[in-house]
């Protein structure tokens, strides 16, 4: 928000207990993380700054990890002099971690896949699908969940193991291109995680057409 000489102030309604408890929620609350997330995307310049202002002010007082309070606003903060500002915030705190993949394959053949990216703390990012014969049965992409909520042993009726992310993206390369030369449609969430996979994935076919 801004005053009448256009300077920042803190989030209009804050009110101090109530805004540090839903702090704190951050750190084991997907959904708040990810409505954090929505709210500070919605805001204009002035408003995210001070929504940053307030942060840094309260945060020393937060029992939260401090990459739980800022790191929900780098999914949507695209302003290089805030992005820097948010990441110094985070601290040391390893904000991204190496993708795992799970697999399986039902009784009717459909080929079924779990990518699970780890975000911070106990966060993740996942890809979900499933295709057969070039057509992509179903693809879901959540951009924020907690890890031990996602299904690792089944998901729609297939059987997972553990698999080498390689061996896994080089599979859904395969499925993404026979479906684009039979002129089917590639869903929107294998582009959502592209960046997930490989420096090369444009080589591969998962970057979007």
């Known amino acids: 928000m801004a005053?009448?000489?256009?300077v920042a102030t803190l989030p209009a309604g804050r009110a101090k207990s109530a805004w540090q408890a839903w702090l704190?929620?951050?750190?084991d609350d997907a959904e708040a993380a990810l409505a954090a997330a929505?709210?500070?995307e919605a805001l204009g310049p002035v408003e995210r700054d001070a929504w940053l202002d307030a942060l840094d002010e309260d945060a020393p007082?937060?029992?939260?990890?401090?990459?739980?309070?800022?790191?929900p606003l780098l999914m949507v903060e695209e302003d290089s002099s805030r992005r820097a500002r948010i990441a110094t915030a985070c601290g040391d705190a390893p904000l991204r971690g190496t993708p795992r993949a799970f697999w399986g394959k039902r009784e009717d053949g459909l080929r079924v896949c779990v990518v699970v990216a780890p975000l911070w703390l106990r966060f993740v990012e996942t890809l979900r699908c499933?295709?057969?014969d070039g057509e992509f049965v179903f693809?879901?992409?959540?951009p924020l969940r907690a890890g031990d909520d996602v299904e690792h042993t089944e998901h729609r009726g297939a059987e997972l193991e553990r698999a080498p992310l390689a061996e896994v993206v080089e599979d859904l390369a395969h499925a993404i291109l026979a479906a684009r030369r039979a002129s089917r449609e590639v869903p929107a969430a294998l582009a959502s995680m592209a960046h997930l996979f490989t420096p090369e994935r444009e080589a591969v076919g998962l970057a979007p057409a």
Request: hydrophobic share 35%.
């Open 130 to 132: 499933g295709y057969k």
């Open 3 to 6: 005053d009448e000489r256009g």
């Open 24 to 27: 704190r929620a951050l750190a």
């Open 38 to 40: 929505l709210t500070y």
């Open 139 to 142: 693809a879901e992409h959540d």
């Open 61 to 71: 007082e937060v029992l939260a990890p401090r990459e739980s309070l800022y790191a």
